[in-house]
């Protein structure tokens, strides 16, 4: 049984590092993704996708998840989340072997 996202299994977290496209724009972790999708303001999506840390300047899904509790949820939030959500963890559970850029799925309507 996997109870926690660490170790070997840290490849099945949001917050592992794992390129991946929602809208034609490039995100470092599928945790970045999905929380740009929360909005549809271009300019907010881009400053959740650049989130990085302040020491190292390297990614950081954890600055991008504190930014996208702050946004203004896009109109149909409710409808989309979990086709969102199901698209960005697909793909996390097969880039471990593969190390390909992944893409949400394109029947998820951002």
Known sequence: MIDSFTKEFF????????????????????EHAYQAAKTLDP???????????????????GEAKRMGAKVTLRPDWEEVKLKVMEAGKLP???????????RFKDQVKT
Do not use: C, Q
């Open 11 to 30: 490849f099945l977290s949001n917050f592992s590092r794992a390129k991946v496209t929602l809208d034609g724009e490039v995100y470092p972790t599928t």
């Open 43 to 61: 300019e907010v999506r881009a400053k959740i996708r650049d989130a990085k840390r302040r020491e190292d300047g390297s990614p950081w899904p």
């Open 92 to 102: 996390a559970m097969v880039k471990k072997d593969t190390k390909e850029h992944i």
